[in-house]
């Protein structure tokens, strides 16, 4: 016998609620019709994301195909290849001299550039308290970070190669109010664009080392960016530059680690409402889960940033899945057995 339709719908919720990955719902769902039933029409798939990624609960505008498509955003939040996140700078909430100590300077890895120092800093300040910011806008409006990466400055011209870093550092991601205003230039104006956003995830305050170094703050479980935009605040200041004995923060490089879902998964946002719409291009994502299969997926291969290989699915188990998150609403058609002779050995 089906133990699942010989048990109340609410044990039958619990028990299934227990998986993890949509890959797992997904081959639950080809056990029979009553199963693929059940887990389509309670949104299973759905319940999963937003426990894993409750970012996703701004989303008012669901994708076309409900809580199947739900079960491929999982797997691309998860098994997508991670690359570097960042595009182009936005702003910074102040500059020492510009433009040789641009925010353009920290996108740049390297120590010196044309045999000269590469870097950001700050305006002076009296106030070891006084804050900076810096913002930056992501490869894609919808990705999902992982983590941050920030390089303070060393100043090595002086005697005590004094390290330029802030006491603390935390992260924040949204989007624009007006995407119209975000065309206007503040790194040449020199102008703080903080005023400019609607930031919906806020990170903890991360300690930083007053070390020369590439300083990795990784989040407690990945951070879905809705909208494409990180902000860098950086809290406190350390050291005092020995010209003007005004304390400074100087970066050298930011990185953003995660993984950008476009074009399989973008989404729009209304400009006075704020609504966000998810659309997903179903042909895309087949697209990269089968690279993702192959092994031939991009990411990132460096000591410095190990990447832990993602959970493959067998390639049989994958075009399923792929059939799966590509049919209509109403389900895909398996060659099910009758829902009264399913082998009990294999359902339990």
Not at 56 to 69: F, K, M, Q, R, Y
Not at 185 to 195: L, P, T, V
Not at 211 to 222: A, G
Request: one cysteine or more; a negative charge.
């Amino acid at each position: 016998m089906d133990f699942l339709q010989w048990l109340e719908s609410d044990m039958a919720l619990k028990i299934l609620t227990c998986l993890d990955d949509s890959a797992d719902l997904i081959h639950a769902s080809s056990v029979s019709h009553y199963w693929q039933n059940f887990v389509i029409s309670n949104g299973l798939n759905k319940q999963l994301c937003l426990k894993r990624f409750p970012q996703l609960s701004t989303i008012t505008h669901d994708p076309l195909n409900g809580d199947v498509a739900y079960a491929a955003l999982f797997q691309a939040l998860t098994k997508f290849p991670q690359s570097y996140c960042i595009a182009d700078p936005v702003s910074a909430s102040s500059t020492d001299r510009y433009p040789e100590e641009s925010i353009l300077n920290t996108l740049d890895p390297r120590d010196k550039i044309l045999h000269r120092y590469s870097y950001w800093s700050s305006k002076g300040s009296d106030d070891p308290e006084t804050s900076e910011t810096l913002i930056y806008n992501l490869t894609a409006s919808f990705c999902v970070i992982s983590e941050i990466c920030l390089h303070p400055f060393q100043d090595l011209f002086q005697m005590e190669f004094r390290v330029y870093s802030s006491r603390y550092v935390r992260f924040k991601m949204g989007h624009p109010k007006s995407w119209s205003e975000i065309n206007h230039d503040f790194i040449e104006s020199q102008e703080c664009a903080d005023d400019k956003f609607v930031w919906t995830y806020t990170s903890q305050m991360f300690p930083m080392a007053q070390e020369n170094r590439l300083q990795r703050f990784k989040f407690p479980e990945p951070v879905i960016c809705i909208g494409g935009f990180l902000q860098v605040e950086l809290l406190g200041r350390v050291q005092k530059h020995a010209a003007d004995d005004k304390y400074y923060i100087c970066v050298a490089h930011v990185q953003a680690i995660g993984r950008h879902l476009s074009p399989a998964f973008s989404v729009e946002i209304s400009g006075k409402s704020n609504d966000v719409s998810l659309t997903y291009d179903a042909k895309e994502f087949k697209k990269m889960m089968q690279r993702v299969s192959s092994g031939d997926n991009g990411s990132l291969s460096t000591s410095l940033l190990p990447v832990q290989p993602p959970r493959q699915l067998a390639w049989g188990n994958l075009q399923d899945f792929l059939l799966m998150v590509q049919a209509p609403q109403d389900g895909v058609e398996y060659d099910f057995v009758d829902d009264d002779e399913v082998d009990p050995g294999f359902l339990i």
